[in-house]
């Protein structure tokens, strides 16, 4: 299965209000990652993260990669999901998204999305 794929899959289980209030995190330790955001409680593990939010190890660890990798091309794919389901999202404190950055993102959406594809 294919990474966007197992992501938008744990979106879907996470529902729009964890991905929108996880989408702000900016860190990448067990208390400040995108998954201890979402569900705004530190976490301490990937089995612990998984029984949290029902999401399977796969799912957890792809969320990991990818957020540690590339976090902006993971906000701006969860920018993506979050704006077909039409969920207000907050502003990280420390990013734009308005004017020629929004045009970027949605371009690195689909860079992404066609790597992840091929």
């Known amino acids: 299965m294919l990474y966007q794929e197992l ?8 529902g729009p209000e964890r991905v929108a209030g996880g989408r702000t995190a900016t860190g990448y330790e ?3 990652c995108f998954l201890a955001v979402a569900l705004g409680r ?7 993260a998984a029984r949290l939010t029902g999401l399977e190890f796969a799912e ?4 990991m990669r990818m957020w540690d ?13 979050l704006e077909r389901r039409r969920v207000p999202q907050p502003e990280p404190a420390n990013v734009s998204w308005d004017g020629p950055e929004r045009t970027a993102r ?7 999305e066609r790597r992840l594809v091929a």
Do not use: G, P, Y
């Open 7 to 14: 992501i938008t899959q744990a979106f879907e289980k996470m």
């Open 30 to 32: 067990w208390h400040n």
């Open 42 to 48: 530190h976490l301490n593990s990937v089995a612990t």
């Open 60 to 63: 957890i660890e792809t969320i």
């Open 69 to 81: 990798r590339n976090q902006a091309a993971f906000v701006a794919l969860a920018d993506d999901w």
């Open 106 to 112: 949605q371009t690195l959406v689909q860079k992404v």
